[in-house]
């Protein structure tokens, strides 16, 4: 492993982002009222939202966690409040965004420039969330930015000792 813990990092980002957004999304369809939402994933249980939402959320919740690590080194902030605040606006972002260009890579006269193996990876996950409410990404990105800073100041305080 990395002296700086990266792939303790990555890790965490892809499970624990993945899970919060699923239990975000899970708690989302039992509360909503919307009858395409219940219609959609009525007969999923909460261990499937969890089992593809690590595959369809892999390449976002990694993305989530790269772009917040290095924002945070940008801002040198090493608050866990300001993780989380940026970890929550972060995720409705980076949801918005991604459900954004899944919408454009539905469209029948993009469809042949969108065939790369990675599309449906980046934007799947994030096309499920937006059917739901954005809102729901808040806490997910909050909770799991809060996991994040725990990883990122355990492995940085003993790289620091080392050195």
Known sequence: ???????????AAWVCGCF????????E???????????????????GFCFFG?????????????????????VHLEIIWVWVAAGAALAAL?????GELGH???????????????????????LAMLEGSLWA????GAVTAAVLFAVHTAFEEKADTQQ
């Open 1 to 11: 492993m990395t002296s700086r813990g990266s792939l303790a990092y990555y890790l």
């Open 20 to 27: 919060f957004m699923a239990l975000a999304f899970w708690f």
């Open 29 to 47: 369809m039992q509360f909503s009222r919307s009858a395409s939402l219940q219609g959609t994933f009525q007969s999923v249980s909460f261990l």
């Open 54 to 74: 690590l595959i369809f959320g892999a390449v976002p919740a990694l993305l989530f966690g790269w772009v917040l690590r290095r924002v945070m080194k940008l």
């Open 94 to 98: 980076l949801i918005w965004s991604l």
């Open 104 to 126: 454009v890579l539905q469209n029948p006269r993009t469809l042949p420039y969108s065939a790369l193996p990675i599309w449906p990876f980046l934007v799947v996950g994030p």
């Open 137 to 140: 990404t808040l806490p997910a």
